[in-house]
C-alpha cells in the first residue's frame, strides 16, 4: 500500500475542519431560529393571555331589588320602568346622598344590561311584582376596571374615567360584601352588546358553527369526488394538466379574492342575504376545496400500485378498487387534509368582512340564513372598539380562537398517527 504523503493528511485535516466549522455553524443557526420563533409565540401568547385573562372573570353586584307594583303594571309588560327600580335598590346601599342629582351618576355603576335582565325575570315569572327579587347585575365597565386595577386610584382625579366619589361608592359597597367576581361564563354564553361587561361570544360561536357546517358539507364531498376522478379516472391530456394547474392555483390565491368573488355571485346574482353563515359557508368552501383536492389526491397516490394490481387480478372492476381499496385506505389522509382545511377556514376573516358578517348581531343565528358574525370578524368589531373593557375580551377572544385552532390540528395529527398505513 502506498503511504499518504503528508501534504495531502494536512490537506484531508483542513478540509474536515472546515467541513465540521460549517457543521457546527448551520446546527448553530437553525437552533437560533428555532428557538427565536419558539421565543416570539411565548411572547406573543403571553401578551395574550396577560391580557386576555381580565375577561375571564366579571365583577358584580347583589341587589335586593323590590318589584313594585306601583311601578311594573302585569298587563304592561315587557314595558316598565325597570331602570328606576334597579337605581332604588342601589341607592339603598349607598350612604345617604342628599343631591337627588347624584341618583343618576350614582346609578352609573350598573351595567346598563341589568334592567333588561330584570325585565326578562319579571316576564318569565309574573308572580315576582310585588315580592323582592336577589339579582347580582354586572357593574359598568369603569367600575369594573377599577375592581381589576386596571384604573389606578393614584392618577388624578381629571385624568380618571372615575371621581373620587364615585371611588367611595364603590369601596362602600365592597365593604358591605355586595360586590362579587366571579367566573364570567357570560363570555361564552351570551351574545354581542355594546357594553363590554355584557359582550360575549356566543353569537360568533353559533355563526362559525353554522358557517363551518355548510363549508364542510359542500367541500368534503365535491373535492373527494373531485380528487379521486382527477387522479384515477380522468385521461392525461393536456385538458386534465390545465385543470390540475388551476387547482393548485386556487389554494394560493388570496382569500380576500374569494370574498369578492363572493359578493358578485352568492349576493349579487343569487340574492342570498348578507352577512348570513350560508353566504359565509359557500365563500370558505370555494377556499377549502382545492385544499381537499390536493390532499386527496396526494392520499391517493400514496396507496402502493400492488393493492391496485392485486384486485384487477381477482377480477375487481377499477371502480370496485378505487372505492372498495383504494379510498378506504386514503381515507385517513384525506381526514388529516380536510381537517387542516376547516381550521384555515375557521379563521379566515377577509372574505368574511366583504360578505357582512362583522354586522352587529345581539342574538344568536338560529338557522344559516340568519344574520350572524364569526370568532375572526367578532375579534375584528372587538378590536375596533373604543371602550377599554373590549380589549381585555378581544385577547380572551383570540385564545378561543386560537384553542379551537390548535385542536382541530391534533385531531388531525391524532387522526393521521393512529390510522397511516406503513408500505
Known amino acids: ?9 494536512a490537506t484531508i485535516s483542513h478540509g474536515l475542519r472546515r467541513r465540521n466549522r460549517t457543521q457546527f ?17 411565548l411572547v406573543l401568547v403571553g401578551s395574550l393571555v396577560s391580557s386576555g385573562f381580565h375577561a375571564l372573570t366579571q365583577t358584580h353586584i347583589e341587589l335586593a331589588v323590590h318589584v313594585d307594583p306601583k311601578t311594573i303594571d302585569k298587563q304592561k309588560l315587557p314595558r316598565g320602568n325597570f331602570r328606576d327600580i334597579l337605581q332604588e335598590a342601589l341607592i339603598e346601599h349607598l350612604p345617604p346622598i342628599d343631591d337627588r342629582r347624584l341618583h343618576r351618576t350614582a346609578a352609573r355603576l350598573l351595567s346598563r344590561g341589568g334592567e333588561f335582565e330584570l325585565r326578562d325575570r319579571v316576564v318569565a315569572n309574573p308572580a315576582l311584582i310585588g315580592r323582592i327579587v336577589l339579582l347580582k347585575v354586572p357593574v359598568s365597565d369603569p367600575y369594573d376596571q377599577l375592581n381589576k386595577g386596571l384604573i389606578s386610584r393614584q392618577t388624578p382625579e381629571e385624568f380618571r374615567r372615575l371621581s373620587d366619589q364615585e371611588i367611595a361608592w364603590f369601596d362602600h359597597l365592597q365593604a358591605n360584601n355586595v360586590i362579587s367576581r366571579p367566573i364570567n361564563i357570560g363570555l361564552l354564553v351570551n351574545a354581542d352588546s355594546r357594553f363590554p361587561e355584557q359582550a360575549g361570544l356566543r353569537g360568533a360561536l353559533v355563526g362559525s358553527f ?6 364542510f358539507m359542500i367541500s368534503f364531498p365535491l ?16 385538458l386534465s394538466d390545465v ?34 353563515p350560508v353566504v359565509g359557508g359557500l365563500t370558505l368552501a370555494l377556499m377549502t376545496m382545492p385544499t381537499i383536492i390536493i390532499a386527496t389526491r396526494a392520499a391517493l397516490k400514496a396507496v402502493p400500485p400492488s393493492i391496485r394490481e392485486a384486485a384487477l387480478a381477482v377480477g375487481a372492476s377499477p371502480q370496485q378498487v378505487v372505492f372498495g381499496h383504494a379510498l378506504p385506505l386514503a381515507m385517513p389522509g384525506i381526514l388529516t ?21 362583522n354586522a352587529f348581531i345581539t342574538s344568536a343565528p338560529a338557522s344559516p340564513f340568519d344574520s350572524a358574525t364569526s370568532l375572526p ?18 385577547s380572551a377572544a383570540i385564545l378561543v380562537l386560537l384553542t379551537f385552532l390548535i385542536s382541530m390540528n391534533a385531531l388531525a395529527i391524532i387522526l393521521r398517527q393512529k390510522f397511516q398505513k406503513k408500505w
Do not use: H
Open 1 to 9: 500500500m502506498t503511504p499518504v504523503p503528508p501534504t495531502s493528511l
Open 25 to 41: 455553524l448551520i446546527k448553530t443557526l437553525g437552533l437560533a431560529a428555532v428557538s427565536l420563533a419558539f421565543l416570539t409565540l
Open 210 to 215: 353554522w358557517a363551518l357546517l355548510v363549508c
Open 223 to 238: 373535492g373527494i369526488g373531485a380528487g379521486i376522478y382527477l387522479e384515477e379516472f380522468a385521461p392525461r391530456n393536456r
Open 243 to 276: 385543470i390540475e394547474v388551476n387547482i393548485n392555483n386556487l389554494a394560493a390565491v388570496p382569500s380576500v379574492v374569494f370574498g369578492l368573488l363572493a359578493l358578485a355571485v352568492f349576493i349579487g346574482w343569487f340574492g342570498l342575504p348578507r352577512s348570513a
Open 337 to 357: 387534509g380536510t381537517i387542516i382545511g376547516m381550521a384555515q377556514a375557521l379563521g379566515e376573516t377577509a372574505p368574511l368582512l366583504l360578505i357582512g358578517m
Open 377 to 394: 370578524t367578532q375579534i375584528f368589531i372587538w378590536a375596533d372598539s373604543p371602550e377599554r373593557g373590549f380589549v381585555s375580551r378581544t
